[in-house]
């Protein structure tokens, strides 16, 4: 087989030429056109779509897809033109129907005239760049009937109608209204927008803006409201139902403008109704509504935020600043917590929990919390309060509620160290008296304030409860070496460390021989233990349960403070006793005797002791006897002292003083911690990181700060740069 040779095929033209009949062009495009109008006038049925897609194949085939082409205008364009009269005759509503009808005439005849063309569509129409069979079919409809000068005009105004009666309520035929928007479409996003889009964008600003006037002029805030989410909706369904999804967007910006961005000052603060009545209403809904509808437009939120902070800020003034409110420190704080209980839940249920809402309420009750320096201690009482009675019989997750929201509130303050000073006293009188309701819930507070501030603020109230524990263990000790003891008075001692508790000045006061005698075994006792150590007793924390024989025999047991033992006590050997003799037996400072005497005398139902002359205070020439006549329905009598729930102005200036002191240190290792780092640094940076690194205790004041540098100068830790005064440098 490879001998043979190969053999080269080729194909070859027609050695004769094909003669076309001249006429041919002619007499087949008079046949196709003979077809375009029997299809537009629906007599299709009759035509053999095969024969004439031969015909046009052989038309361009044979070089005459020109002619081919513009007949097909010409054709279409003639027919579309009596299409536009029949349509600009049609009466009244009648107008959109024939419009209608006539587009779905129009596009199925151009879908048969396509089909029958495919073959130019195909090659002559991509070769010479000219427009596809059906998207001239559009352009003709779109230029012969659309823009015809008698239908565009009239078109465009019963569409407006139409809207304009769909939203004062009347019910329109959407179906056709879609039909004729979505021809627009059809016809290319540019007809569309501008035979449509821009002047229904116009005439809905122009009645959303009237509408808006009458509505603000006869509504509240709350109803303008709804009606404003009603027209929303509103234009928001009637794009899903006729318009183009892309002219969603661009109505509801109208809407949003016209009926709310234009009117949101005038909204928020309409009288009896605007935002600071449904804040204080609690109108959870139009909250919502409002927060939803003004998030919509361009500076909606913030306009809300600042209202709401400038009200908070306001009704939170009042409340740290009205002498009346602070009469009681725990009725204050509960106050309070229910005002960021209240803008909590307003935040949650109608600002979707809006973090920037948020963050303008914790501002808000940082500012006025601090604008009262007794805050801290306010607090402070108000957990004293709860963890003495407040919390019996509640559950441990509403204890731990409550403790949360304490923390909360202690977050806010600017002078944490003053909190913790008034807490630790706070807690030493619970924790001494055995008032506490809990002490997993003073663990759980001590643990969420060592989280907040870290282990220096809580390492010496963890202290006080050690030794808590070492003193019950002291005293099992103590009695063990001495079982003779079993049978007198019982003595229980609380053994202090010095360091950790609040600092008393030791006030010695004349113990009755029965409890003096045993004091005395207890110290010789306590200091063989342990070496090195002084105990001092600190008569004015402890406790009695001493027991009384009344008239008749009545017979009660008394729990008293150990100054009101002392007193008690000298009636044993005296039937009356002047102020001065008990003052001179007891050696109890004055001003603690009246307090102690007063709650004995002066209390009803507590009044073991009767006064000569009876009145409500303490006087120095005053006589005191045993009261015959107590009664009381209980065995056990608690007789407690009158005491000042509130710090008095002294006591306050010593609480500040003792503050002040403390801080001094604190300041002055924040300012070395620093200047090690840095070696150099101007006064200005030096201020403000102090305050930076303080703030978690205390706000430091800049004038404060000025001194320790001085003092740091002086005692050659840093030194003031030679040229420039402002300057320091660290010494090592």
């Known amino acids: 087989m490879s001998n043979q040779k190969k053999r080269n095929f080729q194909i070859e033209a027609f050695k004769h030429r094909v003669v076309v009949d001249p006429k041919y062009a002619e007499k087949t495009w008079s046949i196709l056109e003979h077809a375009i109008h029997e299809i537009y006038n629906h007599n299709a049925s009759g035509l053999s779509f095969e024969e004439l897609y031969r015909n046009a194949y052989n038309m361009v085939l044979h070089k005459f897809g020109e002619k081919l082409y513009s007949g097909l205008v010409a054709t279409m364009t003639a027919h579309l033109k009596e299409i536009s009269k029949s349509i600009e005759a049609a009466q009244g509503d009648l107008f959109l129907e024939e419009l209608n009808r006539k587009w779905n005439d129009h596009n199925k005849a151009l879908q048969m005239i396509r089909d029958i063309l495919m073959y130019m569509d195909r090659t002559y129409i991509p070769n010479t760049h000219k427009t596809p069979v059906h998207e001239l079919g559009l352009n003709l409809w779109r230029d012969n009937v659309i823009h015809s000068s008698k239908i565009q005009s009239r078109l465009l105004s019963m569409l407006l109608e139409l809207v304009h009666r769909e939203r004062t309520g009347e019910v329109i035929d959407r179906g056709l209204m879609r039909n004729i928007i979505k021809m627009l479409m059809d016809l290319g996003s540019s007809v569309y927008q501008e035979d449509f889009e821009k002047p229904f964008l116009e005439?809905?600003?122009?009645?959303?803006?009237?509408?808006?006037?009458?509505?603000?002029?006869?509504?509240?805030?709350?109803?303008?409201?709804?009606k404003a989410e009603l027209r929303l909706n509103e234009e928001i369904e009637r794009v899903t139902h006729f318009l183009d999804v892309k002219s969603e967007v661009k109505i509801t910006n109208v809407v949003e403008k016209e009926m709310i961005a234009n009117h949101m000052m005038r909204l928020v603060h309409m009288e009896n109704?605007?935002?600071?009545?449904?804040?204080?209403?609690?109108?959870?809904e139009d909250l919502g509504r409002m927060y939803n509808l003004f998030r919509r437009v361009p500076n909606g939120l913030s306009t809300i935020r600042d209202v709401m902070t400038s009200h908070l800020r306001e009704i939170g003034k009042q409340l740290v600043t009205d002498a009346e409110k602070l009469k009681d420190p725990v009725e204050f704080v509960q106050r309070l917590l229910d005002e960021k209980d209240k803008y909590d839940s307003i935040i949650s249920q109608a600002f979707s929990n809006d973090k920037t809402f948020q963050n303008a309420l914790n501002s808000s009750f940082e500012y006025f919390i601090n604008l009262n320096n007794r805050s801290p201690e306010f607090i402070s009482l108000f957990v004293d309060d709860k963890l003495r009675k407040g919390l019996k019989g509640v559950s441990e997750e509403d204890v731990e509620i409550i403790l949360d929201k304490v923390m909360m509130l202690f977050r806010?303050?600017?002078?944490?160290?003053?909190?913790?000073?008034?807490?630790?006293?706070?807690?030493?009188?619970?924790?001494?008296?055995g008032k506490t309701v809990s002490d997993d819930a003073e663990r759980s507070l001590i643990v969420k304030l060592k989280t907040e501030c870290g282990y220096q603020f809580t390492s010496k109230l963890e202290g006080m409860f050690t030794d808590m524990k070492t003193s019950q263990d002291t005293m099992q000790g103590f009695y063990a070496s001495h079982p003779e003891l079993t049978d007198g008075p019982t003595l229980v001692v609380q053994v202090l460390t010095t360091g950790s508790w609040p600092t008393q000045p030791s006030i010695t006061c004349n113990l009755p021989a029965e409890t003096s005698a045993l004091c005395e075994k207890f110290r010789s006792y306590y200091l063989g233990t342990h070496t090195g150590r002084r105990l001092s007793w600190q008569t004015n924390m402890g406790t009695a349960d001493i027991k009384a024989t009344f008239g008749k025999g009545q017979k009660h047991e008394l729990n008293v403070s150990t100054y009101q033992m002392c007193v008690l006590?000298?009636?044993n050997n005296a039937d009356r006793l002047s102020y001065k003799e008990v003052e001179q037996a007891t050696g109890i400072?004055?001003?603690?005797l009246k307090r102690c005497l007063q709650s004995m005398a002066c209390v009803k139902g507590k009044n073991v002791l009767r006064k000569e002359p009876m009145s409500k205070d303490i006087g120095e020439d005053d006589a005191f006897f045993v009261n015959d006549k107590f009664t009381s329905k209980f065995y056990k009598v608690k007789i407690g002292t009158v005491v000042a729930q509130k710090e008095s102005e002294p006591e306050k200036q010593e609480t500040r003083q003792r503050?002040?002191?403390?801080?001094?240190?604190?300041?002055?290792?924040?300012i070395v911690r620093i200047m090690k780092s840095r070696r150099v640094l101007d006064h200005n940076n030096i201020i403000a990181e102090v305050t930076k690194q303080l703030q978690s205790r205390f706000l430091a004041n800049p004038t404060e700060i000025k001194k320790r540098i001085e003092s740091l100068i002086e005692r050659d830790?840093?030194?003031?740069?030679?040229?420039?005064?402002?300057?320091?440098?660290y010494l090592a």
């Not at 005439?203 to 409201?225: H, P, R, T």
């Not at 806010?412 to 008296?433: G, I, M, N, P, T």
């Open 717 to 729: 830790f840093l030194e003031r740069d030679n040229n420039d005064r402002k300057l320091y440098r």
């Open 273 to 284: 109704s605007g935002l600071v009545n449904m804040l204080l209403d609690d109108k959870y």
């Open 569 to 571: 006590m000298l009636f």
């Open 659 to 670: 503050v002040e002191e403390d801080r001094k240190p604190q300041i002055e290792a924040a």
């Open 412 to 433: 806010y303050l600017q002078e944490k160290d003053v909190f913790e000073k008034y807490y630790k006293q706070h807690l030493a009188k619970r924790l001494l008296s």
């Open 589 to 592: 400072p004055a001003s603690d």
């Open 203 to 226: 005439v809905s600003a122009e009645f959303y803006m009237g509408e808006s006037q009458k509505f603000i002029e006869c509504c509240d805030c709350g109803d303008y409201l709804k």
